[in-house]
């Protein structure tokens, strides 16, 4: 089980920082990689990066310069920081399992469990 | 950047109607296709990955197929709980792409 914690409301300029609590299972599992993903209101889904439990990250080109995921295994925990919001980043935020699905190359799978989304809103 | 290309981009269906959407990238993704239902207000379900592996709990009666550039999500007899919308994702090289999605509503 996946469980994304942090403020609802973040002002423009600021940082957004988010939490994901893992549950039920091993972060420091090698099976599986953590990531996460956003959809602002009305619209599609879009990834934004992924962490291995040993801190290997992997992100979207798009927002590479803002962000950082970090892993905290003692606490059975991955984050995500994007810094110098806007109201483009006002979105429902999840995080998820990445698991390898058919293959052997995890960055290749799917995302296999989810956690509920928290909706961040960017707004003075 | 991978292009994924969703249609249609909504449909309306009967209950026990089947039902294809159809997802073309913008180049090879091989095999590395997975498919999503997402329903109002919660997260995506994995329903099918690499294109033709039905996701443990989900029903028979969906499948996908294809490879290359081109794959369908096919429903075989629409049940009421399946109307929602349906995502593609292509996970063959990084950035992971989404299609714009697929709205299924009720005829």
């Known amino acids: 089980q996946l469980q994304e914690s942090g403020p609802g409301l973040v002002k423009p300029s600021e940082t957004l920082s988010l939490n994901c609590t893992v549950s039920g299972g091993s972060i420091s599992s090698s099976s599986y990689f953590w990531g996460w993903i956003r959809q602002p209101p009305g619209k599609g889904l879009e990834w934004i990066g992924s962490i291995y439990y040993t801190g290997s990250t992997y992100y979207t080109p798009s927002l590479k310069s803002r962000v950082t995921i970090s892993v905290d295994t003692s606490k059975s925990q991955f984050s995500l920081k994007l810094n110098s919001v806007t109201a483009t980043d006002t979105a429902v935020y999840y995080c998820a399992r990445l698991f390898p699905g058919a293959g052997v190359i995890i960055l290749r799978g799917a995302f296999d469990i989810w956690g509920q989304g928290t909706m961040v809103t960017v707004s003075s | 950047d991978i292009q994924m290309t969703q249609s249609p981009s909504s449909l309306s269906a009967s209950v026990g109607d089947r039902v294809t959407i159809t997802c073309r990238a913008s180049?090879?993704?091989?095999?590395?296709l997975n498919w999503y239902q997402q329903k109002p207000g919660k997260a995506p379900k994995l329903l099918i990955y690499t294109a033709s592996n039905l996701q443990s709990g989900v029903p028979s009666r969906f499948s996908g197929s294809g490879s290359g550039t081109d794959f369908t999500l096919t429903i075989s007899s629409l049940q009421p709980e399946d109307f929602a919308t349906y995502y593609c994702?292509?996970?063959?090289?990084?950035?992971?792409?989404f299609g714009q999605g697929t709205k299924v509503e009720i005829k």
């Open positions: 180049q090879s993704v091989t095999r590395y």
């Open positions: 994702q292509q996970s063959y090289s990084s950035p992971q792409t």
